[in-house]
């Protein structure tokens, strides 16, 4: 876990592949309860710490997760969050050339809960929802094609399943049809950056996530 911005009411932190935000059945230690400790130490907290979940990325993904230190925060960022007032961009690493360098993918998703999986269909169907995000191609090595992605709606899986309906599955994400695994079990998706309006200040917040420190990463890492 790695700060990159903190002052009274929010904190953001770029967390690795493999931590929980919030904690769930596995009974791991969350990023949540890390962070509260951070809190407690550096602040000499006394007594309980509060700090508000808002969202969530996926375990085996990479990059920036906001949290709430005050209720009043959290309120307001909840509603930012539901509202798309928090401007997110994620980074994907993939073995196939996407159909154009750069589109925007529309989508209806269905969420099967039970396998903890969402399917992408090309028109609406019984139960799905509508996603969209904007792609671009960012850079290519010898092997894989950087992707910038642009969510315009807020799906479970929106970025691994759109991206495995165009052909284009997540490196190490075996889930949506990559044909391997990566050796740490992480797959190759960022949460980069993020911007936002502070929900007391009303200043204008932007900050970036450090790429991972392995070797697929670092050969973007002029990007």
Known sequence: ??????????????????????GDKTGDRPLSDQVKAYIKEAYAKPGDVFLGVVHRLDRPVF??????????????????????????????????????????????IVRNEKQNKSYAYDREVPGSKKAILDYRVLGKSDRYYLLEVNLKTGRHHQIRCQLAKIGC??????????????????????????????????????????????AIWQVFNSK
Do not use: C
């Open 1 to 22: 876990m790695e700060v990159v911005y903190e002052d009274n009411h929010i904190i953001i932190v770029s967390k690795t592949s493999g931590e929980i935000v919030q």
């Open 63 to 108: 990059g920036l997760v906001m949290f709430a230190r005050t209720s009043k925060a959290l309120s307001r960022l909840n509603n930012m969050f539901a509202n798309g007032n928090v401007h997110k961009v994620y980074w994907a690493i993939v073995r196939d050339e996407p159909p154009a360098p750069s589109g925007t993918l529309t989508h209806w």
């Open 169 to 214: 599955p997540i490196k190490g994400d075996l889930k949506y049809g990559a044909k391997r695994s990566n050796p740490d079990g992480s797959i190759s998706l960022l949460s980069r950056f993020m911007s936002f309006v502070h929900p007391v200040s009303q200043k204008e917040i932007s900050v970036t996530a450090p790429l991972p420190q392995d």
